[in-house]
């Protein structure tokens, strides 16, 4: 038996575009003989579809979508996934569900019955669990269909009290297929490998589990669908955010001793192309190609102008530089050298006269008062203005450059330095931002070595440093990575030996700015925990704070 | 058996604070001869608690509060909502709990079943549903103690396959117990009394109900806890939007034949009183007590100011006028009378120069293009870092004052009118608008007539109406109700004798402008379904746009 894995980067709602992907991939498949061919979970409408799946409209337009595929499948068989109607008088309205089409007719629907409701998923939200467990036979092979999260309720604490394999298992399939949406973070692929392993090993059969490429706002899914065979080989990885497509004959899989073709990217390089793709698709997605962000001579938005441009080409990417009284002189000369370096046009719009103007139309308001973060603000809001102005005139996205670092604590300020249609290292803690540049200066210096070797600075003010108002950054850092990602406590952290007065501020910071970050911009996710849909939090609490 | 409700109005995760408000509780009901005193769900840590849930630190802060009620309870039994941790090995790791304390020990802990997880609830993201059912006996009384949605399963189409009251009846109880955490909106407290009401006939109980009172952010809650005796008669339903406190002799409530007191408040009534509660609670949970705002003359931000005038007082409400070149006269007349009508202080700044200095900054670039959007926005965000330099200069918080009609076409400037803390009228469509400028008006011209009376306009171009680019807010907003509250899909709208041409650009518009409300302040949900946490869409997506 011939399985071909369709690895494709679906568009959600956009059901002529994913079933034109998806006849594709089918014709490809039946040209090199293959029996089966697999796709993704969802990926008729798309993942997540959210809230567009309360809408029985959408839901139709999805069952249509499957009926288009039908007459496709003439000595094949398609295993896609599609939220399917509910049909019983209790429980939710919708499954989620994958359908078996063959010999033009669907065979069997199955539905998934673990559904995730933790971090950025909400499945519990429009879907019912499925108690029943069907085993599919066809060409002579019998196969067990699960979805994602299917097969992760292994180990010591389960979160569910059904397993499905072990409910498939007593019906003695040949080989479990597992169709994913499996949202990419830069220990995702190891996690997932890992479970995958372990269930291979426990049910002792071949696996193929078939995984979204592509990003959907936030949402980045890597790919690497994989082909393990029953005796626990990794037979191959596919490719990581790019779309692939590859056939496996079964009884190769099954004999196959050597060592199989893995993806090997770091950590660091895992969130460079991840985030390339992020901004790509983001843009490509909402039928734009032009972005357009402030340079400010610092690292944070040199990162994002980089990436920007090796997502979208550097021509499509306009930096504008915005001095005030306050920038340094070397400011605008890092920010014109990595404009020139990277080839991307630039202008330089001076933001004094309208410091002034805005100054002076508030001198009777203002009167009396001293220079305070008022006055940085403002500076900062009116870069908002003039980068904003331009996106609206000229049909750019403006990309927000704001760090995890700083999104967390709220150095940062609302409609100004926080303004964009998608921020782009809103995941990527300051001292991975460091580790991006180094990455990407490591042929040519792409990124002036002074951008990276200066003291960061918001020069809003004389002399300003960030370490005037934060710890360093490498404490700092680890502070925000035990309590957002690994969510520990104060006294947690102060047995790890922090500084109790250091920790209290910091968390404090990290809860009272709450109401920063529910305006702030879509954030592209490349950790376990990032803000946005992830990590929902009171505004109005008062809980270390 | 004497039976109190305590109606009271909590702080998420302000345990110190919680737990005073308890205390006094328990010593009041005390002092009146009751037997039991009952809070409501998930008192101790406020509700709803939201990733809070997630710390281990939180948890056991919740803990350490019902082990300091539990000397306050000789001679009395209390009832009370707290989180707690699951033993099991398997399953999720909380429970959404009712601990019943009395004679100075805990007699047992009972588990929620029914866990909404629709709209703005995410309860099966943090809690595992209980599958025990159990009877406490007290001073001769068995009770039947219930949390919130586990008496929501009647009804035709149940959303869950346990009913737990039928569990619990089979063990005879003398009286159902409620506790609850039902957030408001204009038609809540008629589907609450309708099914309570339809418990109580099913299962020939009295029933006590006990909500919260008071705002956490966007979700208001109304109180109007209950109680209804064995026979389906009301015998009385709390305050609305205040904290409340009773006693009741559970052998009058059952000999009580009377019609009972009930809150009876018009549709427009409850949103104002609710919105009015929302802006106080948002503020003083916060620590800030004073408000600003942009007064154009138009309607919406009259409505705005007389509702935070009410929560504030109107000495703590401070409106700024931003005429531009294109501003009529009578804008500012308007606006400076309802300023005067309120008493509120007001500050008259004009935009014309920085606005020039601005346009003046971007003449290279601008240079051959036409007056379009973009100047428009260039006003609407200078207006916005003038408000918010006033904020930060002086401790105030902005009120932002954008229509739920205006929110869902994307009529409005992001990082300019979309600016706020908090967005006051943002679950109100336009046509409520104005009911609420009317209710306002009732006894006296609080807001100058012309300002209800004048074509609604933005004033960012010369001779510029709503009705421009929007049809008609009575058509408009019809539309937007039938496809955000009711989830109708363009056939069901075209059917119902909507234009075509009108219904598939008014969808476009909603779906295509996602990405603004991505952005903007946490909405005072008073519908049914409110822009923020209960309406969750994805940004990229190609659906009906």
Chains 1, 2 share one sequence.
Not at 65 to 83: A, F, H, S
Not at 130 to 153: H, M, R, V
Not at 506 to 518: A, C, D, F, P, Q
Request: aromatic share 10%.
């Amino acid at each position: 038996m011939k399985i071909a894995l369709a690895q494709l980067n679906y568009h959600i709602g956009n059901f002529e575009h994913n079933l034109q992907k998806i006849k594709e991939a089918i014709a490809k498949a039946k040209s090199q003989q293959a029996d089966i061919v697999v796709f993704a979970e969802l990926a008729i409408s798309g993942y997540p579809p959210r809230d567009f799946l309360e809408f029985d409209d959408f839901i139709n337009q999805c069952w249509k979508t499957i009926l288009e595929i039908v007459p496709e499948t003439d000595n094949i068989g398609v295993i896609v996934g599609v939220p399917t109607k509910n049909s019983e008088f209790e429980g939710k309205d919708l499954y989620n569900s994958a359908v078996f089409i063959a010999d033009q007719k669907i065979k069997s629907v199955h539905h998934k019955a673990l559904l995730p409701n933790y971090d950025i998923f909400d499945e519990y939200r429009y879907f019912e669990p499925s108690g029943q467990f069907l085993i599919d036979e066809y060409k002579g092979k019998k196969i067990a269909i699960t979805i994602c999260e299917d097969l992760w309720n292994l180990g010591n604490h389960p979160l569910y009290k059904i397993t499905p394999m072990d409910e498939l298992a007593k019906q003695n399939p040949d080989v479990i297929l597992n169709i994913a949406a499996s949202p990419f973070h830069y220990d995702q692929s190891k996690e997932r490998k890992q479970i995958l392993l372990e269930n291979v090993k426990k049910y002792k059969l071949p696996l193929f589990y078939v995984n979204h490429v592509g990003a959907q706002t936030e949402l980045l899914f890597d790919g690497g669908s994989l082909v393990i065979n029953s005796k626990g080989e990794i037979v191959e990885e596919l490719d990581y955010f790019e779309e692939d497509f590859r056939v496996y004959d079964l009884a190769y899989v099954e004999s196959f001793e050597d060592k199989g073709k893995e993806q090997n990217l770091s950590k660091i390089e895992l969130i460079h192309d991840g985030l390339v793709m992020g901004v790509r698709n983001y843009f490509k997605k909402l039928g734009f190609f032009k972005a357009i962000l402030g340079l400010s001579g610092g690292i944070d938005s040199a990162v994002t102008a980089v990436i920007a441009a090796r997502a979208l080409g550097a021509e499509n990417v306009r930096g504008i530089l915005l001095p005030s009284e306050f920038s340094s002189d070397h400011s605008v000369i890092d920010a014109r050298e990595l404009a020139e370096n990277l080839g991307c046009p630039y202008d330089i719009v001076p933001i004094r006269d309208s410091y002034e103007s805005i100054r002076e139309s508030l001198k009777t308001q203002f009167e009396g008062t001293l220079f305070d973060l008022t006055e940085e603000n403002i500076q900062a809001r009116i870069r908002g203005v003039m980068l904003m102005a331009l996106s609206n005139k000229f049909g750019y996205i403006l990309l927000n450059t704001s760090n995890k670092s700083e999104a967390a604590v709220g150095y940062g300020t609302l409609y100004g330095d926080m303004n964009g249609g998608l921020s782009v290292l809103g995941d990527v803690y300051k001292m991975e931002v460091f580790e991006l540049a180094r990455l990407i200066n490591k042929e040519e210096e792409v990124i002036p070595v002074n951008t990276i070797v200066k003291p960061p600075s918001a020069e809003l003010r004389p002399e300003q440093k960030d370490s005037d108002s934060l710890p360093d950054y490498d404490i700092l850092d680890e502070i925000l990575y035990q309590y957002i990602e690994k969510r520990k406590g104060p006294k947690d952290l102060i047995e790890m030996g922090f500084e109790e007065m250091l920790v209290k501020r910091i968390l404090k910071l990290v809860n009272t700015n709450e109401y920063k970050r529910y305006q702030t911009p879509p954030v592209l996710r490349v950790s376990p925990k990032a803000f946005g849909m992830g990590r929902r939090m009171p505004i109005v609490a008062r809980y270390l704070s």
